[in-house]
Structures are given as structure tokens and as C-alpha cells.
């Protein structure tokens, strides 16, 4: 019964990543009672001969009060079972597990060797998240619950934990997490870490900065505009560069050699063939974009790697009273775990943010009826806080020499070509933005 009131609930969850395909089966791997009334489930979902595991927190009432009316799952006799991550009456355990160090039938709840966790704050859910859930307990907590489940430890907490180990700076403070094993491998399930307060989000910041550009017209010129963000892009690229020095130093670190980098370009150069041929408006700029690749072919030096970020963007970002944050080090969702712990150029967090600020620029720009008058400011704003970020992670010990900037431009243009195949498939309206990213500089 609970099985099949499951496959009917989950198929509804914006976390559910099995949209639009029909579900063959569900079947609960894994029922945990954690407190009275409160269980934690694993669940098994097979669509189309694959299968992608979930977690849910199922709990249950004998009355369910209007407050929880939206997160019904569904009634097994006189029990109503529902998404309990809503319930702050129960959700209270996340903090004693992990307080306690507590093992219960497989689930494995701890904390950070020498951090103390206050027990006393009610959960509330954030909603903007689409892949996971996140928790934040009063002002002090924020606990990101996965809801799909991959094998492996997270790249996040495998990050957080070895950068707070050596004190380093522009991280939020790891607190404790929830782990099991599934499939043989210790597996994460959930992390906590300081919740950032008062911040700003690094998007909402230079997305004020654009509006306040776009609002002064005709009268200031760009570099005058009360909304200016170069200096915050200059913090930004320090930080940056300060994080990828301390992940050099917390984890190994190796070299591409230059056949292999040439291997890399051809990846480039096969993925902008599958774009072309799904987004026909990409073909005009082939030729620029395959000429940046050519330059990443005539490279004759090894390349560095290291762990990286490796999903950098202005959404990934928090803006303290002291400095900038950097959060959600897990990676590209999407991707194996094996893709998301592999060593990159520190490039590609560099070409992420640098295309999240043309993002920034040209995000009101969709539909906008002045959206051609506003582009040439659109581009001012973009090529400022681009060189100010280039320019704070240079000054931050960040490295790109002559040869990097080819390296450099490639990752952006693969980035754009990424973008622009993703906007054709969801927001049509915005394949402009990503399309302008092939103009000449």
C-alpha cells in the first residue's frame, strides 16, 4: 500500500528527476523508525529498465494539521503519511543524531570532530532548491537533505570538511552530515553547515547592479552607475583564487599531459557538432568557435589539475559584512560522482563565473522592449566585472599566463555551446544570451 501511494506522491516532487516518464516500479529498499511517528525510507524507482534511489522522510499523524496539508502523501487507514522534512515538530532529530554521533539500523549521524551543535532550533524548508531539500534550524544551521542517491561520498562534504580542517577562509562552516552505505559504498545523505546570515546571494547582488545600470540610462556611463559591482567581482576573484590554492593544498594534484590536451580540445570540438546539429543558429559562429579550439591544439605545455568547484557561478556564491562565501562544492547534480571528483584546470571555475557574469548582464534583456538599445550597456557591464574578477583572482595569487588564455576561452565557448543547447530545450527566449558570447571581444 505504501508503495504504491509512493509512486503516485513522487512523481509530483520537483525533485524527482523521472519527469514525464512512467514509473514501473517502486519499492522500498531501506524503513528506519527514528522517533515515534517518523521514518526514514529509501526507495527504489525504476523507469524504462533503470533504476534511480530516493530518500524520504515519511511522518505520520493521526490528524494532520492544515500546515502540513500540502505535503500529504497519502492515508493508510486511520494514518496520514506525509513529507516529514516539513514537520519542524519532528525534524528536530537531524540536530540530536548528529549532536550524539547516533547509529541507527544503518544510518550512520555525525558530527564535525570538535564543533558543538545546538539542539534547540525549529527547521523551516527553503524553497527554491530543485534537486535536493534544504533545512535551515533559526539562524545557525542550514542541513541540505539529497534526494536522489548516488553511491559515494558527496564531493561537498568530502570538500568542506578537508578546507575546514586547515581553517581555510571564503568557505561556510561544516557542521556535521548523515551517511549509509548503499550498494557497498559509504554513501551521504545529508550535510550541515553554517547558515550564512545576513548575506546576499552573489546573483541577486549584480542582478541589483544591472537593474541600476539599466535604470540610469541615458544619463551615467557604466563605470558611474550607482549599482556598480566591479569592486565586489574584484573580492570575488580574490576569494576564488584563495579557494583553489587551499584545494591544491588539501588534495592531490597532478598535470594533463599535451596529448591529452589536445584529446581535450577534440571533446570540445565533438560536443559543438551535436549542439550545431540540435540548435541550427549556433552554425554561423562555428568557425570563431573552432578556431578557439584550434588554439588549445597548439598549446605545448602540460596543463595543471587539481579538485576544482566545477559548477562556479554567481548563484554559488554568498556576499558576508565580511567577504565572499562559497557553497555547494558538489559538483554538476547531473554528472557521476566519479566525473565531480576528478582533477580539472582551475580554468573551468573561472570560465563559469566569467559566463555567469554575462548571464547577469543580459538576463533582463529577455523580452525586455529596449532590450536592443540596452545591449551595448549590457556588454559594458559584463567586460567591466569580467576584467575586475580576472583581475582580483590574478591579485589573489590565481594564475593565467598567455598560454592560459586560450585554455581559458575554450572552457567559455564549450560553456556557451552547453548553454545554448540547455536555453533551446527550456527558455528559447534566451538563447540570445548565450549566443552573444561568440562576438568578438
Known amino acids: 500500500m505504501l508503495d504504491e501511494l509512493l509512486a503516485a506522491w513522487i512523481s509530483r516532487q520537483r525533485w524527482f528527476g523521472g519527469k514525464g516518464r512512467p514509473i514501473d516500479e517502486l519499492s522500498i529498499d531501506s524503513d528506519v523508525e527514528l522517533t515515534p511517528g517518523l ?150 545523505l545529508a550535510i550541515m553547515q553554517e547558515f550564512l546570515t545576513p548575506a546576499n546571494d552573489g546573483w541577486d547582488l549584480a542582478l541589483a547592479s544591472v537593474r541600476d545600470l539599466y535604470a540610469s540610462l541615458p544619463e551615467l556611463p557604466a563605470a558611474e552607475a550607482g549599482g556598480d559591482f566591479a569592486a565586489e567581482a574584484v573580492r570575488l576573484g580574490s576569494a576564488t583564487a584563495r579557494v583553489h590554492h587551499e584545494l591544491a593544498a588539501a588534495f592531490p594534484t597532478g598535470v594533463v599531459e599535451i596529448h591529452e590536451v589536445k584529446r581535450m580540445a577534440e571533446g570540445f570540438r565533438r560536443r559543438l557538432g551535436r549542439a550545431v546539429s540540435e540548435v541550427p543558429e549556433l552554425r554561423e559562429h562555428v568557425s570563431a568557435i573552432e578556431e578557439a579550439y584550434h588554439q588549445v591544439e597548439l598549446l605545448t605545455n602540460e596543463v595543471p589539475v587539481q579538485r576544482v568547484h566545477g559548477d562556479f557561478h554567481l548563484g554559488q556564491v554568498m556576499r558576508t559584512p565580511m567577504d565572499w562565501i562559497i557553497l555547494d562544492f558538489e559538483g554538476e547534480p547531473g554528472q557521476p560522482l566519479a566525473e565531480r571528483r576528478a582533477l580539472y584546470s582551475p580554468l573551468r571555475d573561472v570560465a563559469g563565473m566569467l559566463r555567469s557574469f554575462d548571464y547577469a548582464a543580459r538576463h533582463l534583456l529577455a523580452g525586455h522592449a529596449r532590450a536592443e538599445e540596452l545591449e551595448p550597456r549590457a556588454q559594458e557591464w559584463a567586460d567591466r566585472n569580467r576584467a575586475a574578477f580576472l583581475d582580483g583572482y590574478t591579485e589573489g595569487g590565481g594564475v593565467i599566463s598567455p598560454a592560459d588564455a586560450a585554455l581559458l576561452r575554450a572552457f567559455e565557448l564549450s560553456k556557451a555551446v552547453y548553454e545554448v543547447v540547455y536555453e533551446a530545450r527550456n527558455r528559447p527566449s534566451w538563447i540570445p544570451i548565450p549566443l552573444a558570447a561568440f562576438r568578438p571581444r
Open 39 to 188: 521514518r526514514h525510507l529509501i526507495i527504489a524507482v525504476w523507469q524504462e529498465g533503470s533504476r534511480d534511489r530516493y530518500q524520504v522522510l515519511v511522518g505520520e499523524r493521526d490528524e494532520l494539521p492544515d500546515r502540513l496539508s500540502h505535503a500529504l502523501i497519502g492515508t493508510v487507514g486511520d494514518t496520514y503519511l506525509y513529507d516529514a522534512v516539513h514537520d519542524s515538530g519532528r525534524t528536530g532529530w537531524l540536530l540530536d543524531g548528529m549532536a550524539r554521533d547516533e547509529t541507527r539500523s544503518g544510518l550512520r549521524m555525525r558530527h564535525v570532530p570538535g564543533v558543538t551543535i545546538d539542539t534547540t532550533p525549529r527547521s523551516l524548508v527553503l524553497g527554491a532548491e530543485q534537486s535536493n531539500t534544504s533545512l535551515v534550524y533559526g539562524d545557525s544551521y542550514i542541513c541540505k537533505l539529497f534526494r536522489r542517491l548516488i553511491p559515494g561520498v558527496n564531493p561537498e562534504l568530502e570538500i568542506i570538511t578537508a578546507l575546514a580542517g586547515r581553517n581555510a577562509p571564503h568557505i561556510a562552516q561544516p557542521y556535521g552530515w548523515i551517511e549509509t552505505d548503499l550498494d557497498g559504498a559509504n554513501t551521504t
